[in-house]
């Protein structure tokens, strides 16, 4: 029971302690400490990827094992790739061999590129069930959302600009929909994101307090 669960939370403690230390003292001996610890943390992260592709080798064989018809096509072709990519990256030049480079490119990249044109028409759908002015706030977020997709594209420059361009009044210039849509995204868009920065920061403070004083111990098996 000591080694499962008492001696992780120490070498979480004191591992936590000394690493928080040494971003406020310049004392010699432990900066030298944090560096062995950040060392430590890159091993263990080769290793959580060397078991996170054994788990993927074992599903993929349980998928090859009960799947039929051509639904088998899927784990086969990812086990394919894994060993083809893993083949390339192992030979002389690693990253830049022509064959690990060949597949990123004309592979990997074209992939990707349909995975995010895919979500942009799930962001399309969301967004249209989300600007539906059902409420103030709902409204709210309609108007500014038809503000800001209105000053990203050619036709909000030429609403405004014609007007701007006879009357030349400085006054007038801070209602163009370009400098509408900036003043948005640069102030009122960028306090939300402010806002849910440091809430999201003062929730991993929070956990991160509650793991090192053994409140929290879901990592280790515990409740």
Same mark, same amino acid.
């Given at each position: 029971?000591?080694?499962?669960?008492?001696?992780?939370?120490?070498?979480?403690?004191?591992?936590?302690?000394?690493?928080?230390?040494?971003?406020?003292?310049?004392?010699?001996?432990?900066?030298?400490?944090?560096?062995?610890?950040?060392?430590?943390?890159?091993?263990?992260?080769?290793?959580?990827?060397?078991?996170?592709?054994?788990?993927?080798?074992?599903?993929?064989?349980?998928?090859?094992?009960?799947?039929?018809?051509?639904?088998?096509?899927?784990?086969?072709?990812?086990?394919?790739?894994?060993?083809?990519?893993?083949?390339?990256?192992?030979?002389?030049?690693?990253?830049?061999?022509?064959?690990?480079?060949?597949?990123?490119?004309?592979?990997?990249?074209?992939?990707?590129?349909?995975?995010?044109?895919?979500?942009?028409?799930?962001?399309?759908?969301?967004?249209?069930?989300?600007?539906?002015?059902?409420?103030?706030?709902?409204? !709210? *977020?309609?108007?500014? #959302?038809?503000? &800001? +997709?209105?000053?990203?594209?050619? =036709?909000?420059?030429? /609403?405004?600009?014609?007007?701007?361009?006879?009357?030349?009044?400085?006054?007038?210039?801070?209602?163009?929909?370009?400098?509408?849509?900036?003043?948005?995204?640069?102030?009122?868009?960028?306090?939300?994101?402010?806002? !849910? *920065?440091?809430?999201? #920061?003062?929730? &991993? +403070?929070?956990?991160?307090?509650? =793991?090192?004083?053994? /409140?929290?111990?879901?990592?280790?098996?515990?409740?």
């Amino acid at each position: 029971m000591f080694l499962k669960r008492q001696l992780p939370f120490v070498i979480t403690l004191i591992t936590s302690l000394i690493l928080i230390i040494s971003y406020f003292s310049p004392h010699p001996t432990i900066s030298p400490l944090r560096s062995i610890f950040q060392d430590w943390y890159m091993i263990i992260v080769a290793f959580t990827m060397f078991v996170g592709i054994l788990s993927l080798v074992k599903v993929s064989i349980k998928k090859i094992k009960r799947e039929k018809g051509i639904e088998v096509l899927y784990p086969v072709i990812t086990l394919v790739s894994l060993i083809v990519m893993a083949f390339f990256g192992f030979l002389k030049g690693g990253l830049d061999n022509p064959g690990f480079d060949f597949m990123f490119e004309y592979i990997m990249v074209p992939l990707q590129a349909t995975m995010f044109s895919l979500l942009a028409f799930y962001i399309a759908s969301a967004s249209f069930r989300a600007f539906r002015a059902k409420s103030t706030m709902a409204t !709210i *977020l309609l108007i500014t #959302a038809f503000i &800001v +997709m209105l000053g990203r594209v050619p =036709i909000g420059e030429w /609403i405004t600009g014609d007007l701007l361009h006879f009357t030349e009044s400085s006054f007038l210039s801070r209602f163009h929909i370009p400098n509408v849509t900036e003043w948005i995204m640069n102030v009122i868009n960028m306090a939300g994101q402010r806002a !849910i *920065l440091i809430g999201a #920061a003062l929730g &991993v +403070m929070g956990t991160s307090i509650k =793991i090192m004083l053994g /409140i929290e111990r879901s990592h280790l098996g515990g409740e």
